[in-house]
């Protein structure tokens, strides 16, 4: 049943839910303490639950996630697309490097997420970029200081931040710290597998007549959702 754990989006059941919360109370004490509201999912950030016999996990969770552990199960695509990158959590990313990891504990970890509703990566970029991209001729420029009076610090401010430009500017440190592989705002450097559009629609038709033969993608970068990423056995 780790397969269907790992189903994220509509389709996930909702006891996976549940089990997500027991897991997150389990955080191994060696990432010290690890805030609720920045935990989504152990397999999609760097943080590890114990399964220790002093573990207070269920022996169902216990035998689920060490059966994972066992098989190799990881979100283990080798290349990913940018709306894929966009979708992961951004706390506890799984580009954890030392920079990445100390970013996760500051005064803006807990304001972003709390403030500016940045939870994933989508959220950091917008959090990055909005306040210097105004949306209408109306708004005042973005100042590079805590008392701008443009229209998104404004909002920010009545959010409940009283520091949008010291919170902007840790957001950027944060995604500047994301390797290349990980980086959400560059074109993956194409790996010349992909099918073309004619053969990707003639596998489209294939499919629906159940009939026909499918010729193989055998593109190395991952363009589906969050659950087509997660590998066994690698």
């Not at 207070?56 to 552990?69: C, E, F, H, S």
């Not at 972003?112 to 909005?130: C, I, Q, S």
């Not at 949306?135 to 959010?159: A, D, F, M, Q, Y």
């Not at 992909?194 to 009939?211: D, W």
């Amino acid at each position: 049943w780790l397969r269907r754990y790992l189903t994220m989006g509509s389709e996930r059941p909702t006891w996976a839910f549940l089990v997500d919360v027991l897991i997150n109370r389990a955080t191994l004490t060696a990432h010290g303490k690890v805030p609720t509201n920045a935990q989504v999912n152990t397999y999609i950030q760097s943080w590890r639950p114990s399964t220790s016999y002093t573990s207070d996990l269920p022996r169902y969770i216990k035998r689920m996630l060490k059966a994972g552990t066992k098989n190799n199960v990881s979100f283990a695509a080798i290349k990913l697309d940018n709306e894929l990158k966009l979708q992961l959590p951004i706390w506890y990313h799984l580009n954890a490097t030392a920079h990445l990891r100390r970013l996760d504990n500051t005064k803006a970890s807990v304001c972003l997420p709390k403030h500016h509703g940045v939870d994933t990566v989508r959220d950091l970029v917008k959090a990055v970029h909005e306040q210097m991209n105004p949306t209408t001729g109306r708004n005042k420029p973005h100042s590079l200081n805590n008392k701008c009076k443009c229209e998104v610090c404004e909002t920010i401010r009545r959010n409940g931040c009283q520091h949008p430009e010291t919170c902007r500017a840790a957001a950027r440190r944060i995604l500047d710290r994301l390797s290349k592989k990980w980086q959400p705002l560059t074109e993956p450097q194409q790996d010349g597998l992909t099918l073309t559009h004619h053969r990707a629609e003639k596998n489209i038709a294939a499919r629906e007549n159940k009939k026909e033969a499918l010729t193989l993608d055998p593109t190395v970068t991952c363009r589906g959702g969050i659950t087509e990423a997660f590998r066994a056995f690698v």
